[in-house]
């Protein structure tokens, strides 16, 4: 085989359209990694719309991951203190069988559990939910969405009556004023903010972009403006923009009184964040606050960007809405170079919202708590009347939480690496030894969830299975598959699947191949927001990579609606678009005398969440050897910190070491540690660690970007050992049986 395969970067959710070629070519050297392995060759599809050819690092070496340290069988044992055993698939698939029976009979179905991913193709989240939400009766399916975009998919649903990113990449190109807040862009999601950065170069003076964040991050460096507010006053900032943009004029009287309710409401509390009081709330100059102001008033279009530094937040929803509100107030929606725009996080995060992918929806973009919703789901599905619980299952936090009161007995976890990712690490770690029977299905062994699991299940991965995936700006692309798959792996949704035959739902599950679980899951959004039913794998294989909403009655050589609400009409039942009147309630765990400082967490240019992939590739790991702590030279200088040397962080949760970087790009009061390192890669270096669970009570996303913190410099006195990169295959997890 010597043709390229067109595909889509599993990475983050920019989307970005890869070619991969076999390591062979005719005339051409065996393209090979460091270690002399041949390796498939990655470059950017040119022709993919999202990309335009474009890859960062993360894609350009994702093929020189993909044979290390593989699961390739599957694995069982009785409990966590012996070593796994290499069994056949029979053996351990009829092992998960009996024991959903037995919990479902003894405890009830709403004991079985499934944590997932938004690293699954659509094609697996939607047999899973038909598993767990339909033929088991239970809602208790969440994925690490969870923990990054479940409060743009509620401020969406609260603000326009439904969750979707209104806006679309070439809007970067269009906008005259873009409003970043809460996301580095520049390392996070690279190919989004090329395409802005080279935009606004060509046009500078004419483009204003503003950046929020407590960091001084490339993204900020880029910036005509740059806010470095306090964490946690991101409410009082937007406000504060408002009450500007009111008492100014920059408003759309006219969109506010037709397509808008709840205006007054609004206007009454922001106007208690007159610019002296927010300026000093929010800790920057009053002048440039009023900058903002007036570049977004002045501005024909505003798009607006965010992420995981608005998302993850105990008020992450009142935030999202309150970006919102600022769009519904100028009329900043609809129409090109405008609109909120919640920068997704994986790869595949929006094709678990379409698919049902977390405890509160279903698929199509509904809701479990909807009667109708239901009943269309349960007859669509062949399944009994009252069938899909009608109540919402547990968010993630809330199956470690049933693991800890003994409610968990059956925990299945796909794709994802909670004993990492999740808050107050600690406390999970010590629920995750006390499950019943945990199952872990992955592509690589060892990670750090691997020492919790009593059965292993090998995952085939991006590039052996073939399916589709959404990227942020709501563009689905089929990913096929280009090579064998190694030892006994299988697609997630093969093994949903076969469980569900194994458990009596032979109908259900019939499926022969992916392309059969899009064709019926397409049906399912059928004159839904998220409408697919013009789309298949035959279709995007063809016509490329296709935007939603995309109804089979539509022209797919003509294009979706590359915006939604361009007629103003919103998926509210009057049709109008909602004000959300806020205050701002502050950080869940604000500094104080005994812990002084905040710290915040996030992501690198190079790494990928939990390092499961990056880690194991040699560029990656010489361009972030280790992981570390931002410190301001202020404070670095009245706690006797040098550039390089241990610094203990403590929290009310743990303790955690890092080398210190003593910069000026962090605020003072405020430090930064990467969230990357597990204990595979580091020692004493997990930063969830530190942070707390207490979560937005609407979106139930845990405020992972701020907790309260104390530093001290570590000494000969006061440490043994030191924080050093040790190998995976050196942890202590028990290794695999030899084969």
Not at 436 to 455: I, K, L
Not at 580 to 596: C, I, K, M, N, V
Not at 630 to 645: T, V, W
């Amino acid at each position: 085989m010597t043709d390229s395969t067109k595909t889509l970067c599993p990475y983050c959710g920019v989307g970005c359209g890869l070619e991969v070629s076999p390591p062979a070519q005719p005339g051409k050297p065996v393209n090979r990694d460091s270690q002399g392995s041949p390796i498939w060759k990655v470059q950017g599809d040119r022709n993919h719309p999202s990309s335009q050819g474009m890859v960062c690092v993360k894609g350009a070496t994702i093929a020189e991951s993909l044979n290390k340290d593989r699961l390739l069988y599957p694995m069982m044992r009785e409990t966590l203190d012996r070593p796994f055993r290499r069994v056949t698939w029979d053996e351990a698939l009829n092992a998960i069988v009996n024991k959903i029976q037995t919990v479902r009979y003894t405890q009830g179905a709403d004991s079985i559990c499934m944590y997932g991913s938004g690293q699954f193709q659509t094609e697996d989240y939607y047999v899973a939910q038909k598993l767990m939400k339909g033929c088991l009766g239970t809602n208790n399916f969440d994925a690490n969405s969870r923990l990054c975009m479940s409060s743009a998919v509620s401020g969406y649903i609260q603000s326009f009556g439904a969750d979707g990113p209104p806006c679309c990449y070439d809007d970067l190109e269009l906008t005259d004023c873009a409003f970043l807040i809460g996301t580095n862009t520049a390392e996070c999601h690279p190919i989004i903010f090329n395409r802005l950065r080279k935009y606004h170069k060509k046009n500078s003076g004419k483009v204003k972009m503003i950046v929020v964040d407590p960091r001084r991050t490339t993204t900020a460096e880029a910036a005509d403006l740059h806010l470095a507010i306090k964490p946690g006053t991101d409410i009082d900032l937007m406000n504060g923009i408002a009450y500007l943009l009111l008492r100014w004029g920059y408003i759309d009287h006219q969109f506010i009184d037709e397509c808008t309710a709840n205006f007054p409401a609004y206007a009454e509390v922001i106007s208690h964040y007159p610019p002296e009081y927010v300026a000093k709330k929010c800790g920057i100059k009053q002048e440039d606050l009023e900058t903002a102001a007036r570049y977004w008033g002045q501005s024909k279009s505003v798009l607006s960007m965010w992420s995981m530094g608005v998302n993850q937040s105990s008020e992450g929803t009142a935030k999202v809405q309150t970006i919102n509100n600022l769009h519904l107030m100028t009329g900043q929606i609809g129409k090109p170079g405008s609109g909120p725009f919640s920068l997704t996080g994986q790869p595949n995060a929006m094709g678990g919202r379409e698919a049902g992918g977390l405890c509160h929806i279903l698929p199509g973009y509904r809701l479990v708590k909807n009667p109708q919703h239901r009943a269309e789901v349960e007859e669509f599905w062949g399944l009994p009347p009252g069938r899909i619980a009608a109540k919402p299952g547990r968010t993630a936090w809330g199956m470690i939480e049933g693991l800890e009161t003994g409610e968990v007995g059956f925990l299945w976890i796909a794709a994802t690496n909670p004993a990492v990712s999740m808050p107050d690490l600690e406390r999970v770690k010590k629920a995750l030894l006390r499950s019943p029977f945990t199952v872990y299905q992955d592509a690589y062994y060892p990670t750090e969830t691997t020492a919790y699991a009593h059965v292993l299940l090998p995952a085939a991965q991006w590039s052996e299975k073939t399916g589709t995936m959404t990227n942020s700006e709501r563009r689905v692309t089929l990913c096929s598959a280009f090579r064998d798959r190694p030892g006994e792996t299988k697609a997630d949704w093969e093994i949903f699947a076969e469980v569900g035959r194994l458990l009596g739902f032979t109908e259900q599950f019939k499926f022969a191949n992916s392309a059969e679980v899009f064709a019926e899951f397409a049906q399912l959004t059928k004159g839904r927001p998220c409408d697919m039913t013009g789309l298949s794998h035959a279709k995007l294989s063809t016509q490329g990579a296709q935007q939603w909403p995309c109804p089979a009655d539509g022209n797919l050589l003509e294009g979706a609606p590359a915006r939604l609400y361009t007629d103003n009409r919103f998926h509210t039942p009057d049709g109008l678009a909602r004000f959300a009147a806020y205050h701002s309630r502050g950080l869940a765990e604000p500094p104080d005398p005994d812990f002084p400082f905040v710290l915040t967490v996030g992501r690198l240019y190079g790494h990928w969440h939990t390092q499961t992939r990056t880690g194991r590739i040699d560029k990656i790991t010489q361009m972030h050897p280790n992981p570390f702590i931002e410190i301001h030279p202020r404070d670095a200088a009245k706690l006797g910190i040098q550039d390089e040397e241990l610094v203990e962080v403590l929290s009310r949760r743990g303790v955690a070491r890092f080398p210190a970087k003593v910069t000026q790009a962090i605020s003072p009061g405020t430090v930064f540690v990467p969230m990357h390192w597990g204990a595979l890669w580091a020692k004493d270096a997990e930063a969830n660690v530190l942070t707390h669970p207490e979560a937005c009570p609407i979106s139930f996303e845990p405020e992972l970007k701020a907790c309260a913190v104390q530093l001290a410099k570590v000494t000969a006195d006061n440490i043994s050992g030191d924080t050093l990169l040790i190998s995976p295959k050196s942890s202590m997890l028990s290794p695999l049986p030899s084969v």
